[in-house]
T-cell receptor
Framework: DVKVTQSSRYLVKRTGEKVFLECVQDMDHENMFWYRQDPGLGLRLIYFSYDVKMKEKGDIPEGYSVSREKKERFSLILESASTNQTSMYLC????????????FGQGTRLTVV | RKEVEQDPGPFNVPEGATVAFNCTYSNSASQSFFWYRQDCRKEPKLLMSVYSSGNEDGRFTAQLNRASQYISLLIRDSKLSDSATYLCVVGVYYGGSQGNLIFGKGTKLSVKP
C-alpha cells in the first residue's frame, strides 16, 4: 500500500518560531509537493521538487523554504511563522509530475498563535 | 482568469439523484485531467482520470472537451457515501519527470436520505 506520511497531524507554534514540516514517501517517486489548503481558496502549491536537491517555486512560496536531501523526504520550512500561515498543509508525491496520480499525506493542521 | 474553475456549490441532492459537476481550465498546454475526491478532514484521493474519449467507472462518468477546455463528472444514482468535495485537477507536464497538478477549489456535494 502506497504511503505518504507527514510528521505531525496537529501543530501549534508561536509567531516568529522556525517551523519544520516533514514528509516521507515510500514509493520511490521523483516528484514531491507541498500545498496549503484554506477555506474558499482550495489547494495552493507552495513548492515542488522533481529530484533530490532540486526545487521549484509554486504559486505562494513567500515565507516558506524547502529541503530535499533524500529522495523519500521533502521538508517544508517556515522561517519565521506568522498567524497568516495558520492552515492545513498537505504533502503529495507522484512518479511523473502532472501526468500520474498524486498521493497525499494525511495533512498537518498548523496553528500559529 | 483562474486556471481551473469549478461550480461553486454546494450541491444538496436526494439519494438516487443524478448530479453533474463542471470544470473549465485556462492552460491549453494542460495534458492530463483528473477528478479527486476529498472527504471532510481527510486528504484528497484520486477518483478517476479523465480521457479524451470519455470514461466510465460504475456510476461515475467523466468527459473531456479539449476544444472547449471543459471537463465534467456525472454521478448517477447518488449514495449517501458520495457526500464529499470533488476537485477538478489539471496536470501540466514540463518534460522528463517534471510537472505539477493544478487544483480547482472543489465543489461540495451533500447527498441526503
Amino acid at each position: 500500500d502506497v504511503k505518504v506520511t507527514q510528521s505531525s497531524r496537529y501543530l501549534v507554534k508561536r509567531t516568529g518560531e522556525k517551523v519544520f514540516l516533514e514528509c516521507v514517501q515510500d514509493m520511490d517517486h521523483e516528484n514531491m509537493f507541498w500545498y496549503r489548503q484554506d477555506p474558499g481558496l482550495g489547494l495552493r502549491l507552495i513548492y515542488f521538487s522533481y529530484d533530490v536537491k532540486m526545487k521549484e517555486k509554486g504559486d505562494i512560496p513567500e515565507g516558506y523554504s524547502v529541503s530535499r536531501e533524500k529522495k523519500e523526504r521533502f521538508s517544508l520550512i517556515l522561517e519565521s511563522a506568522s498567524t497568516n500561515q495558520t492552515s492545513m498543509y498537505l504533502c503529495a508525491s507522484s512518479q511523473v509530475g502532472g501526468s500520474t496520480e498524486a498521493f497525499f499525506g494525511q495533512g498537518t493542521r498548523l496553528t500559529v498563535v | 482568469r483562474k486556471e481551473v474553475e469549478q461550480d461553486p456549490g454546494p450541491f444538496n441532492v436526494p439519494e438516487g439523484a443524478t448530479v453533474a459537476f463542471n470544470c473549465t481550465y485556462s492552460n491549453s498546454a494542460s495534458q492530463s485531467f483528473f477528478w479527486y475526491r476529498q472527504d471532510c478532514r481527510k486528504e484528497p484521493k484520486l477518483l478517476m482520470s479523465v480521457y479524451s474519449s470519455g470514461n466510465e467507472d460504475g456510476r461515475f462518468t467523466a468527459q473531456l472537451n479539449r476544444a472547449s477546455q471543459y471537463i465534467s463528472l456525472l454521478i448517477r444514482d447518488s449514495k449517501l457515501s458520495d457526500s464529499a468535495t470533488y476537485l477538478c485537477v489539471v496536470g501540466v507536464y514540463y518534460g522528463g519527470s517534471q510537472g505539477n497538478l493544478i487544483f480547482g477549489k472543489g465543489t461540495k456535494l451533500s447527498v441526503k436520505p
